[in-house]
């Protein structure tokens, strides 16, 4: 049952409000002023807060102001018999979700209402979905080595340099550009995701600057590049090794001037993008055979971080493990299975050519195929199975 607050010094509009909102089957309480209200606001939570402005002491306002500090993600709706569109103005910008006129009319009363559960509803909802992506997408693993890519993060995240992540496929390269974007200032912008390799080369302008109406056979509209959907956020150029020599030149443009033009425009239009890129390449081998711009190559990587192989941090293998179990479990709906010591040994020994990607396979292959607990024969049998 959804838990209203309503606080106002008049005994009648408490009494009348109360007696509505009880009769829709809300659970309602009182306060006769902001004080009280305050201190029900600091011991409970509620989806909704009816708060007049005209109050002796602390009016509605204040009230307001102290409560976005309690709870910044209760919706407050502003009653007052002496509204003008200032005080509405101002209250919405104090953090209020609406404003009322006394006395309300009883629809609008109760749409609002509902309205402003639905938003807090969904506030929580996003709450917890940006915790559980923030998991999925967790660095896990306490080794030396991802220790040195977890500082380097810290320091570099604050800033708006431009950084470029080396190491092999499936190492976490994404995580650590997660992680960058997650801690720098532009956590409340885009992550904008480019993979260069999954693309065609001759799309892979198209893509990442858009197209103009007509600009070619198969553009029938106007296309947003992802350099503009990434505009105050963070544009991420997994295995930027692949593009194409045209598309770096473009990509070194955007880089040194904030402008890109869109394909078959005349157009420059400004961008505020921080731009992460990845490779499992040798760079510099690229830039001596001719394949990648040495230019861009020192645009892209102001800051280097390299994300080492598994093999190179078998200390992480039961971390990581125990986070897959747990996450698969959830996944499937089941209690997460146990694994054997000797089992989990026998994992560290192996062979992790597919690095954290191939381990994460392996225990769900692992899950799906063991017992309650993981075994050591489970893991010599399906961990490397024959492929007749």
């Known amino acids: 049952m959804p838990k209203i607050l309503i606080i106002d ?168 550009a997660r992680s960058i974007h997650e801690h720098s200032n532009r956590s409340h912008g885009p992550l904008i995701e480019v993979n260069c390799a999954a693309i065609p080369s001759e799309l892979i302008e198209s893509e990442l600057f858009g197209h103009e109406k007509g600009s070619f056979t198969s553009a029938v509209k106007q296309r947003i590049g992802k350099f503009e959907q990434a505009n105050g956020g963070t544009l991420f150029l997994d295995e930027v090794g692949d593009m194409s020599l045209s598309a770096q030149a473009k990509v070194l443009r955007a880089l040194q001037e904030h402008k890109i033009t869109r394909v078959g425009g005349d157009k420059d239009i400004q961008v505020d993008v921080r731009v992460i890129a990845a490779t499992n390449k040798n760079l510099l081998e690229e830039i001596e055979a001719k394949n990648f711009r040495e230019d861009l190559y020192h645009r892209l990587g102001v800051i280097l971080i390299h994300v080492p192989p598994l093999n190179e941090r078998r200390e992480d293998i039961p971390d990581l493990v125990s986070k897959f179990l747990n996450d698969i479990a959830n996944d499937y709906g089941n209690k997460p299975k146990t694994i054997a010591s000797d089992a989990m040994q026998y994992l560290q020994g192996l062979d992790w050519r597919g690095n954290v990607r191939e381990l994460r396979n392996v225990v769900e292959r692992l899950v799906i195929m063991s017992g309650n607990e993981i075994t050591l024969e489970d893991a010599k049998a399906y961990a490397r199975p024959v492929v007749a």
């Open 9 to 176: 010094d008049e005994r009648a509009i408490r009494s009348t409000l109360k007696e509505i909102l009880e009769f829709e089957n809300y659970a309602v309480d009182e306060a006769e002023d902001g004080e009280k209200g305050l201190q029900l606001l600091s011991k409970s939570k509620y989806d909704v807060v009816l708060c007049d402005i005209k109050m002796p002491g602390m009016d509605g306002l204040e009230v307001l102001e102290k409560a976005m500090e309690l709870t910044p993600d209760t919706p407050f709706i502003m009653i007052s018999a002496h509204g003008t569109i200032d005080t509405a103005v101002e209250a919405t910008k104090k953090g209020a979700y609406d404003f009322l006129q006394k006395p309300p009319d009883l629809n609008r009363l109760l749409v609002t209402v509902r309205n402003a559960l639905d938003k807090a509803t969904l506030v929580t909802e996003t709450k917890i979905l940006k915790k559980k992506i923030s998991k999925t997408y967790e660095m896990v693993g306490t080794s030396g080595a991802l220790g040195r890519v977890k500082q380097a993060i810290e320091k570099v995240a604050p800033t708006d340099a431009r950084v470029l992540i080396t190491g092999p496929n499936g190492s976490g390269k994404e995580l650590v």
